[in-house]
């Protein structure tokens, strides 16, 4: 049945696990494969963005589809015992996303938010942080949806 050797099997385990990396690296290395530089968990900031232009006051959050609740998505399943628990949790946790980013946004950063399950398309999410990177603060007035 199993014609791998103990040695290509642990080699091969070597590599899911190291492909089996946090979705935050996933993004900085997509970010890293632009060529762009940036900063990483800035402390001073609300909410210690994932990932930090400081020159272009720009910010992207990465945030895990279940524990943030990604509104729609499949991965935002809602558990099915303890749920007063559950909800209590996952409402702290978009009361605290939504005030993260509205202080972000007050102090003139804009932010880009990242949801893991977009990371199923890297070619989709190096798009779209080209598009918030090249949009332009003053330019159109526009902000970058977050959707
Ligand atoms: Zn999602």
């Known amino acids: 049945m199993d014609s791998l050797t103990p040695e290509r099997r642990s080699w091969l385990m070597s590599r899911v696990r190291q492909r089996d990396t946090g979705p935050e690296r996933e993004v900085r290395r997509l970010i890293r494969s632009l060529g762009l530089r940036y900063r990483l968990n800035v ?34 399943t809602r558990p099915k015992s303890r749920l007063d628990y559950w909800d209590r949790k996952f409402e702290r946790n978009t009361a605290r996303d939504r005030r993260v980013l509205a202080e972000l946004r007050k102090a003139g950063w804009q932010t880009l ?35």
């Open 43 to 76: 402390t001073s900031l609300p909410g210690k963005p994932d990932i930090v232009f400081h020159g272009k006051r720009k910010a992207i959050l990465v945030h895990g589809c279940f524990w943030h609740r990604h509104r729609g998505c499949r991965y935002a």
């Open 113 to 147: 938010v990242i949801w893991t399950c977009q990371l199923q398309s890297s070619t989709r999410v190096m798009q779209r942080i080209v598009k918030f990177l090249a949009d332009d603060n003053n330019w159109r007035g526009r902000t970058t949806s977050n959707s």
